[in-house]
């Protein structure tokens, strides 16, 4: 038996067929989950349609997640769905303006910037938890968001979202701590350098993945496909014991150092 079999996963954050968030989605369904979808804005509805499609999902929703009507919309669309609940929360949302993405931080970061890249990349998560928390409280839910090495190393070019991730990583470990004893485990992955809609905000993002492909142990990146397998495993009970953690899924990159 697939090991997600009956298991129910809302996935926040696919924008195309190369987003890592569309790389989990894939795999939770692929181990036997149930995927509902949600899409930003109209521009993007019809890609996550064709992506829902695919996964054989039985809803899409449209979902802003700084504002919180929507996120309560949302979770009342997926209760008229899965009225007993769901197990599975993926967010894999981030944003800072490109302004904020280059150069050195002291020069380029901005309050406006700061503000934007908080909202979106890191109080998101504890909204979406919030509003999730009445239909996942006591099923051995499994939280899963994703950051990056950034958080903890400064990063050419990441700037403010390097700052934004390390909150993330701190928000992680509080919500786990708050939701442990009502079932509910929370774990960020951190991964490697991938070519993404989102990356290709970050000036000289071929260069980091070059440089990055070139130093990891394995000798090359990592995929959307990789990524997706371990979010898997944090999603299922396999994984029952781990909660509060970055794993860290970018080829042993975090280990080496420039020489």
Known sequence: MSFLANKRALVVGVANDRSIAWGIAKQLHAHGAEVILTYQNDKLKSRVEAAAAELNSPAIFPLDATSDEQIADCMAGIKGVWADGFDILVHSIAYA??????GKYIENGTREGF???MEVSVYSLTALTKAAFPLMQGRQGSIINLSYLGAVRAVPNYNTMGI?????????RYLAVDLGKDGIRVNSISAGP???LAASGIKDFRSLLDKAAEMTPTGKNVTIEEVGNTAA???SDLSSGITGHVIYVDGGF?????V
């Open 164 to 172: 934004a991730k390390a909150a993330l990583e701190a928000t992680t």
């Open 97 to 102: 303006p490109k302004n904020e993405l280059e």
């Open 115 to 117: 503000h934007t890249a």
């Open 254 to 258: 975090n280990i080496t150092t420039a």
């Open 194 to 196: 991938i070519r993404t």
């Open 233 to 235: 495993f944090l999603a």
